[in-house]
């Protein structure tokens, strides 16, 4: 293992659940998949009882709830206002948005720090044809939701594919500044339905850097150790000043500095989005076997690897984002 990952304790990203009502394009087949039986999926005391027993073994640097889509696990502000009282230094959630005007003054009060909510197009139509059907309205009154319970700083993550919704990258770049947001763009990996997307439609963070770069002044800022963003300050033609995030998982993978543990909704620790299967660690945790479960996360952490293949993996969805 390389004990530099981790000085600073475990970056934990908790999948909870595999529901999601979207069909996003590069991450959900439009049938759907196989989602895990309900007794198979954690609940509250068995997530709050193996992340406590990480921390006491590794330390604790952050915890981002994910998905599927996190806000379709019921009573979700019940395990963050558990979560919280752990004390991690950073808090978020990543989120499609679709049900955060309702629930984000909840998980404010409930201990969340923070959300990045995923935002593809601003165009209904192009949103549509995304995520599989749904209306963008409601996930800018999310949006509108996040600031105004200070979940904050609010992150967009937007995924962009040559021929499905590269038209709106300087519309998003525009929206962001003027609603305070950073706005970060992620490459396309071949993951699951990602696959066939990417054969014809990746876009490298290159080619989006220069095609902003044509009507936006951009100055480098760097990635923090750690971090999965190579940052830029971003200057619109009206003098709108903000921070933009590259993160190129294919062109230039952060791998070798990647503190992440994930836990899928059904109990398997991944060491990396690129990996099948995992190591499941739901029946020692039943049983109350702490040790098997630090041995579990040693060797997951000991196999992370220099550099991702991202072509094995069955899908996103499943595991979190
Ligand atoms: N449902 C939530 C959401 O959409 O934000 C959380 C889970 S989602 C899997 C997390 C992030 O993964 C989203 O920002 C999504 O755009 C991104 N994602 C999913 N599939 C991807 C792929 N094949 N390549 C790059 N990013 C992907
Ligand atoms: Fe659902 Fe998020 Fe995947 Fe879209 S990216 S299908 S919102 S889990």
Redesign the pocket.
């Known amino acids: 293992m390389n004990a530099t990952r981790i000085s600073a304790g475990l970056s934990l990203r908790l999948s909870v659940t595999d529901r ?1 009502q ?3 394009r590069y ?2 087949p439009p049938e759907g998949f196989a989602r895990c039986a309900r007794e198979e999926l954690l609940g509250d005391d068995e997530l709050l009882a193996l992340v406590s027993d990480l921390r006491a073994a590794f330390g604790l640097a952050k915890i981002r709830i994910t ?3 996190p806000l379709m696990r019921p009573r979700l502000e019940n395990l963050v206002e558990r979560l919280a009282a752990l004390n991690p230094p950073d808090f978020a959630l990543t989120t ?1 948005g679709l049900r955060l005007a309702e629930s984000a003054a909840a998980l404010r009060r409930a201990g969340l720090r923070r959300v990045n909510i ?1 935002l593809d197009a601003l165009d209904p139509a192009v949103f549509e044809r995304v ?1 599989g059907g749904r209306d963008v309205r409601a996930v800018l009154r999310g949006i509108d939701a996040a600031w105004a319970a200070g979940l904050t700083p609010v992150k967009l993550n937007t995924v962009v594919a040559r021929g499905l919704n590269e038209d709106q990258i300087e519309n998003l770049v525009v929206f962001a500044l003027e609603r305070g947001c950073e706005l970060r763009f992620i490459e396309l990996m071949p993951i699951g339905p990602g696959a066939a997307l990417h054969a014809g439609g990746f876009v490298s963070s290159a080619e989006l850097r220069a095609r902003i770069a044509a009507r936006f002044d951009l100055i480098p800022l760097g990635r923090e150790a750690g971090a999965s963003a190579e940052r830029y300050c971003v200057t619109d033609p009206d003098g709108r000043v903000g921070t933009l995030g590259f993160i190129s998982p294919c062109s230039a993978p952060f791998c070798a500095d990647c503190n992440r543990l994930r836990v899928t909704a059904d109990g398997r620790f991944l060491g990396c989005l690129a990996w099948e299967g995992g190591l499941s660690v739901r029946e020692p945790l039943r049983r109350g076997d702490f040790p098997a479960i630090i041995q579990a996360a040693r060797d997951v952490l000991r196999c992370k690897r220099d550099n991702a293949d991202f072509t094995r993996h069955a899908n ?2 499943s595991v979190g ?1």
């Open positions: 999601c979207l069909r996003c991450c959900m998905g599927g889509e499609n995923s995520t996103m969805a984002g």
